[in-house]
Structures are given as C-alpha cells and as structure tokens.
C-alpha cells in the first residue's frame, strides 16, 4: 500500500490532453520534489519529469509536470498511441526516510 | 555514458538470502549527491522501492522490508550490493539497480532516478 495515490487509469483520444494525479501528505509530496516516470511495455521506466516539473533533455515538452501542496500531476498534451504506458510518480518521504513510488496509471489512448 | 547492469541468481529458494549484484559505469558513488537504488517490480504490477544507498555512504530502506535488507557498496570496484534475507515467493519479480541524484537542502529533498538497469528476473520457488 503505497503512501502515494493515483487513480489506476485514464484515457483519451489522440491528439487530447489527459492529466494524471498523485496525491500524498506533508511527509512526502508537501515538503519534497516530485518525479515521473513512464514505463512503456516490456521496457525500463524512463524519467519524464524531475523536481516537480523539470524535463530531462529528449523529453518533449508534450510532457509537464505540477506540483500544489500536497498533490503532483502530470500532463500529456497531444497524446499519441505512442505514450500508451504505465506512469509512476515518485518522492522522498521526510517521515519514512524512504524514496516511494505511486501505485502507477495506465494511460491508454482511445 | 552511464550504465548499470544487475546480476544474480534467476531462482532463489523460499527462505534462502538472496544476493543482487550492481555493477555501473560512467559515474562514482564517490561524487556528492550519487546515488544507486534497488528498486523492484513484480509480473504485472507496481514498482516498489527497496534501498539507497548514497555517495557518503548514508543507507536508506524501504520500511516494510528493512528488516530483510542490507545495502552496501564497493566504490573502488563500482559496485552496489543489495542483500534480502528470507526469501517468499511474492518477492518473485524483476529487481532493477538504478542511479539517482538525491539531496536535500532548505528543507526539501530531491530524489530522481536517472538510469536504470535492464532488470534481472528473481524467482522465488522450492
């Protein structure tokens, strides 16, 4: 049971926008850096977004990430069959002493 | 170019340790705010953070399975490893070694995971 939640699936068209959340408490996502992760089938999660909303380099900017209090999201603009994947979000949790990761978000594309 | 390469055994019996080798290049555990992480995910479901263990030699665990783990790293050969005791078969899953920047200032801590090794499958079966 993971300290952070995410809803198990979204969906959309191509070419529409989804959003994904990841809500936490004051320990983890109120008082720490959030990252993203996307694992698409068969392959190694990859990093999509660091410190809250910071693209490593090749990540397109299709690809954002927010961070409100205790709550993150990412959002994938222009979506494409391509990014049909499992996103992970993730977090150091000052109470824990622990790196968690969210229970993950099936995107799929309609 | 940064790499990271997981090896041991494929099949582990119930209640045996089991011993997760990281070999990596292209950085050292040595650099201020390096890291390595076991990091694991069973067939078919979520990735579940196990350990870290930092460039000072700060170690981290999961807390459900603290009990059950040992982190340690050889920086001198370039390599982290993760040892679990008491085997169960719902430890079954592909077990990843993975590079992260972590640190933390003015009261908030970063953590990014930046490479990952391919994954080495873990059976746990008698």
């Known amino acids: 049971q993971s300290v952070l939640t995410q809803p198990p699936s979204v969906s959309a068209a191509p070419g529409q926008k989804v959003t994904i959340s990841c809500s936490g408490s004051s320990s983890n996502i109120g008082n720490n850096y959030v990252s993203w992760y996307q694992q698409l089938p068969g392959t190694v999660p990859k990093l999509l977004i660091y410190?809250?909303?910071k693209r490593p380099s090749g990540i397109p900017d299709r690809f954002s990430g927010s961070k409100s209090g205790t709550s993150a999201t990412l959002g994938i603009t222009g979506l494409q069959t391509g990014d049909e994947a499992d996103y992970y979000c993730a977090t150091w949790d000052s109470g824990l002493r622990a790196d968690v990761f969210g229970p993950g978000t099936k995107v799929t594309v309609l | 170019q940064v790499t990271l390469r997981e090896s041991g055994p494929a099949l582990v019996k119930p209640t045996q340790t089991l011993t997760l080798t990281c070999t990596f290049s292209?950085?050292?555990?040595?650099?201020?705010?390096?890291?390595v992480n076991w990091i694991r995910q069973p067939p078919g479901k979520a990735l579940e953070w196990l350990a870290r263990i930092d460039w000072d030699d700060d170690k981290f665990y999961s807390t459900s399975l603290k009990t059950r783990l040992i982190i340690s790293k050889d920086t001198s050969k370039n390599q982290v490893v993760l040892k679990m005791t008491d085997m169960d078969p719902v430890d079954s899953a592909t077990y990843y070694c993975?590079?992260?920047?972590?640190?933390?200032?003015?009261?908030?801590?970063?953590?990014?995971?930046?490479?990952w090794g391919q994954g080495t499958l873990v059976t746990v079966s008698s």
């Open positions: 410190d809250n909303n």
């Open positions: 993975a590079r992260s920047t972590s640190y933390c200032g003015g009261g908030s801590c970063h953590s990014a995971v930046d490479y």
């Open positions: 292209g950085f050292s555990l040595s650099t201020s705010k390096m890291c």
